[in-house]
T-cell receptor, first 115, second 114 residues
């Protein structure tokens, strides 16, 4: 089925370890986003890529980096994980132009625990 | 900057009763507004959206929302709650001037009592 695929679904890291969260979409969407979800805070934007070759910071970018590898893939990297980065991470994509009115498509999330 | 406020982090309703979830937004431009639903351990699913056409918007699963510019509100309703409506609901506003970023409210968790 077409959509947004995130890997891994679950991950436990030790403080200071690094890892990359992967996201791929097969809908030919131009824009992709990384959000984190924490209880009572909704979803907060970490980074986004409005189009292939561009990336911009969102609301909570500290401690993260991103790479828009190609139009399909947008990865999120934690260089040195901290307990405050324990969260559920969602990737999303949306077309541009009039098709953006269809709304975002979200992946199923990556549940990350940093101990 | 855009913002969204959802009144009430938890709502409890009886099966068959009205569901009303409140959302107020702040936006410097005419907004695009969305409601998403999240079932346990799943991603977010689009319920409905307002994109400057009709102010009363109908979505999936019997939900609807009304855009009221004068009140800067976009409240979500369903006339008769079903047990399957138990989930968390998020209101969001799109920043059309900056990469279509979505800004979310804090979410409202709905509990449906039999």
């Amino acid at each position: 089925n077409a959509g947004v695929t995130q890997t891994p679904k679950f991950q436990v890291l030790k403080t200071g370890q690094s890892m990359t969260l992967q996201c791929a979409q097969d809908m030919n969407h131009n824009s992709m986003y990384w959000y984190r979800q924490d209880p009572g805070m909704g979803l907060r934007l970490i980074y986004y890529s409005a189009s292939e070759g561009t990336t911009d910071k969102g609301e909570v970018p500290n401690g993260y980096n991103v790479s828009r590898l190609n139009k399909r893939e947008f990865s999120l990297r934690l260089e040195s994980a901290a307990p405050s980065q324990t969260s559920v991470y969602f990737c999303a994509s949306v077309p541009t132009g009039d098709r953006k009115l269809y709304g975002y498509t979200f992946g199923s999330g990556t549940r990350l625990t940093v101990v | 900057a855009q913002s969204v406020t959802q009144l009430g982090s938890h709502v409890s309703v009886s099966e068959g009763a009205l569901v009303l979830l409140r959302c107020n937004y702040s936006s410097s431009v005419p907004p695009y507004l969305f409601w998403y639903v999240q079932y346990p351990n799943q991603g977010l699913q689009l319920l409905l959206k307002y994109t400057s056409a009709a102010t009363l918007v109908k979505g999936i699963n019997g939900f609807e929302a009304e855009f009221k510019k004068s009140e800067t509100s976009f409240h979500l309703t369903k006339p008769s709650a079903h047990m399957s409506d138990a989930a968390e609901y998020f209101c969001a506003v799109s920043d059309r001037a900056a990469g279509n970023k979505l800004t979310f409210g804090g979410g409202t968790r709905v509990l449906v009592k039999p």
